[in-house]
């Protein structure tokens, strides 16, 4: 029922910033906890960051601590990935996903968007 449709990726310098957007619809955004996700060429997709459904608590995997920043905006049905200090290691097609609180918080999700690409020059 809840379909994800992620925008916002693009060509960035290295250094450079980007915001990615990701809109809900088909279903209450606030109900879910909404992750961000990314997979590099010859990489498995692996853990960005998560937000849970009020958007008072927030997880980052470590290479993306102090430069990203997830938050939401529930009444806008709207969640969002603030990218700074962009290195070519973040190019990526970045996903959004959601997911029943009780599950994310053992890492499973179970909606997902068709992912958005971003790639960073050096």
């Known amino acids: 029922q809840v379909q994800l449709v992620e925008s916002g990726g693009g060509l960035v310098q290295a250094g450079g910033s980007v915001r990615l957007s990701c809109a809900v619809s088909g279903g209450t955004s606030s109900f879910y906890t909404m992750g961000w996700f990314r997979q590099a060429p010859g990489k498995e997709r692996e853990f960005v960051a998560r937000?849970?459904?009020?958007?008072?608590?927030?997880d980052y995997a470590d290479s993306e601590k102090g430069r990203f920043t997830i938050s939401r905006d529930n009444a806008k049905n709207m969640v969002y990935l603030q990218m700074n200090s962009l290195r070519p290691e973040d190019t990526a097609v970045y996903y959004c996903a959601a997911g029943n609180p009780i599950m994310t918080i053992r890492g499973k999700y179970d909606y997902w968007g068709q992912g958005t690409q971003v790639t960073v020059s050096s």
């Open positions: 937000i849970n459904s009020s958007g008072r608590s927030t």
